[in-house]
């Protein structure tokens, strides 16, 4: 119980400067509806509660299982097994993610019905496949992570020459939304399962990196669908929100719904879970009951969670950011917009997972109140540029997240290895459930303000600059703990001369 009330603390540090920051512009600046005030600070009671449970679950059920799976494959050399073995286990924990399922379905009505849902969930989730096979093989072979990541953007980079701008977006947002609470617990075990094992020098780095491969996969995947099936226009209109009334009726309505939704994400993973427990795990009685409490806990949290965030965070999020827009001195949702890409990033929940086993795998080198600060300035930053492109219709997301990627990529190569698979594994989990959901509501409604602004188009890249700018303001401070080591060696030897 400790433990589950530490993750309550926690949360409720990280949940309550939106919380305030909303507040202040409802009283201030942007004025919304009484109901949907309530179900905000309802929302936001939920979302500590769903969260905290979530994370204690993910704590002692996913990231048991995903340590024995990658124990279990890291025991075989064969080159097959382990590709089976990462291409399966990354199909089915993808392909049930449900921030892939709301991606899906919104490409779906985005392009009229010409793309359907179930395409997206099974091209998605076979790069997803790929890549964690990829993955796997680059940790058991012990190949160097940022040349693999060097090979695998070259590629994304030459496909973009022939990639419409829509599917340029869909394709990064596909790459952030597979990341989700689900699969980001799951893989991160994943690999640190499979580098423990199998040991050595670059057991510590190998840890990392391969939620940042398998964050390539749909990337690489989307836009080969978009240049085999030249489906590059959407003719339909997308319908991101759905208009509540009331204030325990949203909540009661969504209840139903994510109590089904919830436990979808979690049958695939289950079913796993039990033939490996049969053929090979044999657990004893303690570990499995534990493993399934984990599990059942995992479920809660994550239905109180997506409750919480769809009744209670988005409407509120696309109403302040449509009404800033609407101001005189619209220039404030750049600003307005950098300050909640700040706060809202650490009610992430996969965000808490990554930082955590930073700090384990490092042994407290790394802090993780570092790795957050550094995390939510570059997600701050990439909010603001967002807002900045829905304004300023002669920007372009290229113009950003092509030089962005370069610059990760370049920088691979000169920061410590260690850094790049931790900045990688940012770049997916960094765009969640809570980040998407809310910049993606806060974008959309200021692109319906402003005549300039495609909402469609525009409301896509934003999840694709959050999932951007982690590789590069995490290799940054990977490069100065880089000089500062090198300072420090030099300091060294002049002092013993």
């Not at 009671?45 to 890291?74: K, P, Q, R, Y």
């Not at 340029?168 to 939304?177: E, K, M, T």
């Not at 325990?248 to 039990?274: D, Q, T």
Request: net charge negative; proline share 4%.
């Amino acid at each position: 119980m400790n433990l589950l009330l530490e993750k309550f603390k926690e949360v409720a540090a990280s949940v309550l400067p939106i919380s305030i920051l909303v507040i202040i512009l409802n009283f201030t600046l942007v004025p919304v509806e009484a109901d949907m005030f309530i179900r905000f600070l309802i929302g936001s009671v939920m979302v500590i509660i769903g969260l905290g449970i979530f994370l204690f679950g993910a704590d002692i059920g996913i990231t048991s299982i995903g340590n024995l799976m990658g124990e279990e494959i890291a025991k075989t050399n064969k080159v097959y097994i382990v590709a089976t073995l990462g291409f399966i286990l990354g199909f089915f924990i993808t392909i049930a993610e449900p921030d892939l399922q709301i991606l899906a379905n919104e490409v779906s009505s985005a392009s009229g019905g010409s793309i359907p849902a179930p395409l997206i969930l099974v091209v998605v989730s076979i790069g997803v496949g790929i890549m964690v096979a990829v993955g796997l093989l680059r940790i058991i072979y012990e190949k160097p992570l940022n040349k693999m990541y060097t090979i695998v953007y070259f590629i994304i980079f030459i496909l973009g020459i022939w990639v419409s701008e829509e599917f340029l977006a869909i394709s990064v947002d596909a790459s952030g939304a597979t990341t989700g609470a689900m699969t980001t617990p799951f893989i991160l075990a994943l690999g640190l399962g499979v580098s423990q094992l199998k040991g050595g020098k670059t057991s510590e780095e190998d840890s990392f990196g391969l939620v940042g491969a398998a964050s390539a996969g749909p990337i690489l995947a989307v836009m080969l669908l978009n240049i085999i099936a030249g489906a590059d226009r959407f003719s339909g209109k997308a319908e991101v929100f759905r208009a509540h009334s009331g204030i325990l009726g949203p909540y009661i309505e969504e209840f139903s719904i994510m109590i089904k939704e919830g436990a979808i994400p979690l049958i695939p993973l289950l079913v796993i879970y039990l033939a490996f427990d049969l053929i090979k795990f044999k657990l004893n009685v303690n570990r499995r009951s534990r493993i399934f409490k984990g599990l059942i806990y995992t479920y809660i949290g994550l239905v109180l969670f997506l409750v919480g965030v769809n009744a209670g965070f988005m409407e509120v999020g696309r109403a302040m950011g449509y009404g800033l827009a609407m101001l005189e001195h619209n220039w404030l949702v750049p600003v307005v917009g950098f300050l909640m890409g700040m706060m809202v990033v650490l009610a992430e929940p996969a965000v808490h997972v990554l930082t955590k086993q930073i700090e384990d795998v490092t042994a407290g080198h790394i802090p993780r109140k570092l790795i957050l600060f550094a995390l939510s300035t570059g997600i701050a930053l990439a909010v603001c540029m967002s807002l900045l492109r829905i304004m300023i219709p002669e920007l372009k997301l290229w113009h950003f997240l092509l030089p962005g990627f370069a610059i990760a990529i370049i920088l691979s190569h000169i920061v410590p290895p260690i850094f790049v698979g931790i900045a990688f594994d940012a770049g997916g989990v960094a765009s969640g459930p809570m980040t998407a959901t809310f910049v993606l509501a806060f974008a959309q409604g200021a692109a319906s303000a402003i005549p300039t602004a495609d909402v469609l188009v525009d409301g896509f890249g934003v999840i694709a600059m959050v999932a951007m700018m982690p590789l590069v303001t995490l290799q940054l401070l990977g490069l100065m703990f880089k000089m500062k080591a090198r300072k420090e060696g030099a300091e060294a030897n002049v002092s013993g001369e």
